[in-house]
């Protein structure tokens, strides 16, 4: 990027992460409930109210920002950062961040669902305006001289005709200890310095030369290395086991039971792992069949009693013509892994003083807090979760799990910390999957291939059991002496939220009906996964609507925009189709081109993403030979952050599409490595394009789930025009391929 | 005792020689480089070079680097400062996690060090055994030709 900005950004992160452990001023409870006449205030800024919650100046002539939101590898750090040190006028390098700290940082809840950018950036930025009147204010008063006229130069403020004074000089005790109000404006962004500007990201050169970057590389003193025995299955139950032989071996310390919980603690990492696999070997455990197997999965959410039948969007068409003809297809998309390629880890002591602190790369500090102390029967006080960076997630893999795995060990070993990291094996089979769906759609035309009616039915098990306070979405508080149930998952939100989103088609259809089997029994444990129901019914009504327009002889671009009245809609899908080349394309001979679109949402980023594809009929492999995507995105804090989240969720959908399938038989999950869970390639990763739509002064929309969807959709497409079949079941591997093209 | 160099310095190490070379540099010598990924050599999140001939550390022992030399990601650094190739992928943000980078950096060095101006597709290939899950793939390969051409 020819914007990129190259600050010095070494220092950012000094307070950041646990190097942060001796920064630790406790705050006045910042979570209160606003009285009912008090301002609405933006973002998480409503809920935590106190201006010193986000900021403090300090003595060192640096700024603390303070957010809730934690960096998952999205860039959330560096972009808040931006707003902050635009507002508040000073050098970007002054600013010190704390992320997700229980202890010490305002609670914005879970950093997932795009939601980084809406809620926190604007709780920045308005705490940042605020903070800077409030300087000018005291500027004021000090030197004598009226605030209006005052200039401030990186912390420096300077009066109209002579006189000046720092931040650090007004401002080192009470100052920001006061509620917003909600009446200082932001700048208007042709006054900003770094948003809109490409800022390196203040974490990556850490992670590119060896320092301490992630929980993974903590090493406190007399750390002590747990592993977690699971039992054989879900459901199975410990029937027996002898401690003994396994108390004795080399460097074990300790053997955990606790019902049908099983764990070692020993003094070497290697040697819990050895330890581990001899206690798995010894246990005896009942064990049930009860799955469904893989291949039985489409057929099992068709067949099985939906707990509830949502309608998430019900609008027959008012009066007219009957449909001349009616459509309908059936699409499937299997159980995807996060697969993170760090396992998860933490590590958790237990102090004298009674509090377990557990240095997590949990997405719900807070959260996952309460259901820990829940499960550990303390009072909430006694426990602290603390941010540090894990491996990317992409949604709620097992880091609060091995959160609570740590905080379990550890009151077993009071006064030394222990950490935990899983195997791979550990992370791939128990971590909680993004839920297999089927997705039927139906459509009535006209005479000439226009959509009439529209409807989607999404048969679908949960997309959320992130530990929400409740310790039976820990997993191993199931296996306790004392177990806790899996609370019931619920769909959450308003129609469109979870399984259901993205489930309503953004065309303007005439009619449109969307109904959701929302199914609560889990074959498999499930949980949020980037997008959520977005991937699965967005590759269903992208298809569709592209199985229409073939039908109806129409352009899949010219066909869509019929129906997409939303102008940043079609304007998203105007500038993939341009960038890509569409109007000139030339169809050759094994080739094919497909689009696909979708609003994040349908209230978040717009993105559509054109690619092209050779099909190779003898062997069924399918490349990707290039790809370009649109985004839309609101106003564009950090352009080459965009393009980094879109490029990365589109390569990680074209793995899900072309790839990858849980794969489980009646008992157990098969998919246990890299191997029997294989995931894209340098070799297979497309040149890929992404076209920035940027829209100054308008609302931050989140990104990081923007181009899954749409991705997906393209791919089949493409596949499609290819070939002249329409695969509806994923992935497309070459089994699948082949075995399609010669039916 | 166990003795080999370690970014050029000498240690001897007194634990089971059967350990895996990873946890050894990870929990005793301090090494943040190199990580957990698989422990069955798939991904390459824990790569180190040997002799400077790329090898998965978390699927070899201890023993099999005695007299050796070892370079981790700490060892590429020139007095702190951040070698040609990991300055470009700082250049690049050739990261979104970062996890991966480690072992992506010592790949891409071992295929530096032995062809000095890869072309893309050459350093796909290297790259193959290593995987990313956060989709910086494109931009690791820029990095990588990148310090290729500032030699």
């Known amino acids: 990027m020819d914007d990129r900005m190259n600050v010095n950004r070494r220092s950012l992160l000094k307070g950041a992460g646990y190097v942060a452990l001796a920064f630790a001023i406790p705050l006045e409870s910042s979570a209160q409930s606003p009285a009912v006449e008090k301002p609405r205030l933006p973002g998480s800024l409503q809920n935590n109210r106190n201006i010193s919650a986000w900021i403090r100046i300090n003595a060192d002539k640096t700024v603390t920002l303070l957010i809730g939101k934690v960096e998952l590898g999205q860039g959330i750090l560096t972009a808040v950062a931006q707003i902050c040190a635009d507002e508040l006028d000073i050098d970007f390098e002054r600013l010190v961040l704390i992320s997700g700290d229980t202890l010490q940082t305002p609670n914005e809840g879970t950093t997932a669902g795009s939601f980084s950018m809406p809620q926190c950036g604007p709780a920045v930025r308005q705490a940042s305006a605020e903070a800077r009147k409030i300087m000018l204010d005291l500027a004021a008063e000090k030197l004598g001289k009226p605030a209006d006229g005052m200039t401030v130069k990186d912390g420096t403020i300077t009066a109209a005709g002579g006189g000046s004074v720092t931040y650090w000089d007004l401002s080192l005790g009470k100052a920001l200890e006061r509620e917003a109000t909600g009446q200082v404006k932001p700048k208007p962004a042709s006054e900003h310095r770094y948003v809109g500007k490409s800022v390196g990201r203040i974490d990556i050169p850490a992670k590119m030369i060896g320092e301490v970057a992630f929980v993974h590389e903590m090493r406190p003193k007399g750390m002590l290395y747990g592993q977690v025995v699971r039992p054989p299955t879900y459901k199975a139950k410990l029937a027996s086991v002898d401690l003994a032989p396994i108390e004795k071996m080399a460097g074990v310390v300790k053997v955990v039971r606790n019902g049908s919980f099983l764990a070692v603690i020993a003094q070497r990492d290697e040697q819990s792992i050895i330890a581990a696999k001899a206690l798995f070997d010894a246990a005896k455990w009942d064990v049930e069949k009860a799955l469904p197997g893989a291949d039985g999965m489409q057929d099992w959410l068709l067949n099985a009693k939906p707990a509830r039948k949502i309608e998430t969007m019900k609008k027959p068409r008012a009066g007219g013509d009957p449909a001349v003809k009616t459509v309908e297809a059936m699409y499937y998309r299997p159980y995807h892994m996060h697969a993170s390629i760090g396992t998860s880890c933490a590590i958790a002591t237990l102090d004298p003083d009674g509090v377990t602190t557990i240095q997590t790369h949990s997405q719900s500090v807070f959260e996952t807090r309460q259901a820990i102390a829940r499960m550990l029967g303390v009072d909430l006080a006694k426990v602290r979760c603390q941010h540090v960076q894990g491996a990317g997630c992409y949604g709620h893999n097992m880091a609060d799990d091995a959160a609570a795995d740590a905080a379990l060990l550890a009151q077993a070993m009071p006064g030394r910390p222990v950490r935990i990291q899983y195997t791979r094996e550990g992370e791939h089979r128990w971590e909680p999957y993004g839920s297999a769906m089927v997705l039927k759609a139906k459509a009535g035309l006209d005479k000439d291939g226009n959509v009439l009616d529209w409807d989607l039915d999404i048969y679908s098990t949960p997309h959320g059991t992130r530990p929400g306070g409740q310790p039976g979405n820990l997993l191993s508080a199931r296996y306790l002496e004392k177990p806790f149930a899996p609370p019931t998952p619920g769909n959450n939100g308003a129609p469109n939220y979870a399984a259901d989103r993205n489930g309503i088609a953004l065309y303007d259809f005439p009619g449109q009906n969307v109904l959701t089997h929302f199914i609560t029994d889990m074959p498999l444990r499930v949980s949020s996964t980037r997008g959520l129901g977005a991937y699965g019914n967005v590759f269903a009504i992208e298809s569709f609507i592209d199985e229409l327009a073939r039908a109806a002889n129409v352009d899949p671009v010219e066909y869509r925009l019929r129906f997409l009245k939303d102008e940043r809609a079609r304007d998203a899908v105007q500038k993939a189709a341009d960038a890509f080349g569409w109007s000139k394309w030339q169809k050759r001979e094994g080739r094919g081109r497909g689009i696909g679109f979708a609003r994040y949402k349908n209230t978040a980023g717009y993105c559509a993403v054109a690619l092209e594809v050779e099909v190779n009929r003898r062997n069924g492999r399918i490349r990707v030979l290039r790809a370009v995507a649109s985004a839309d995105s609101g106003h564009i804090v950090n352009p080459d952050g965009v393009i980094n989240q879109i490029e990365g969720g589109l390569i990680q959908s074209l793995s899900w599409t072309l790839k990858e399938e849980v794969k489980f038989d009646d008992t157990r999950v098969t998919s246990d490595d890299w191997a029997s869970y294989p995931i894209l390639t340098f070799s297979e990763v497309p040149p890929i394009e992404v076209v920035l739509i940027d829209r100054p002064g308008t609302p931050f929309l989140g990104t990081g789930e923007a181009s899954q969807g749409p991705t997906g959709a393209a791919l089949a497409n493409a596949v499609h025009d290819a070939t002249g079949v329409r695969f509806r079941r994923l992935p497309l591997t070459p089994d699948r391929v082949r075995a399609g093209l010669s039916a | ?151």
């Open chain 2, 1 to 151: 005792m166990i003795a080999f160099k370690l970014n050029e310095k000498d240690v001897r190490i007194d634990v089971p020689a059967t350990a895996p070379l990873l946890a050894v540099l990870s929990n005793d010598l301090g090494i943040n480089g190199a990580k957990f990924g698989c422990g069955k050599s798939q991904c390459g999140a824990c790569a180190v070079l040997v002799d400077g001939e790329p090898v998965r550390s978390c699927a070899t022992q201890l023993s099999a680097v005695s007299g050796r030399s070892v370079t981790t990601l700490e060892g590429l650094t020139q007095n702190g400062k951040p070698s040609k190739l990991q300055q470009a992928f700082i250049d690049e943000q050739a990261a979104q996690c970062g996890y991966c980078a480690s072992g992506m950096i010592i790949q891409a060095q071992a295929l530096l060090d032995r062809n000095p101006n890869p072309s893309d597709s050459e350093v796909r290939t290297a790259l193959n055994g290593n995987l990313c899950r956060c989709g910086a793939h494109n931009r690791i390969v820029r990095a990588v030709l990148r310090a290729a051409k500032e030699g």
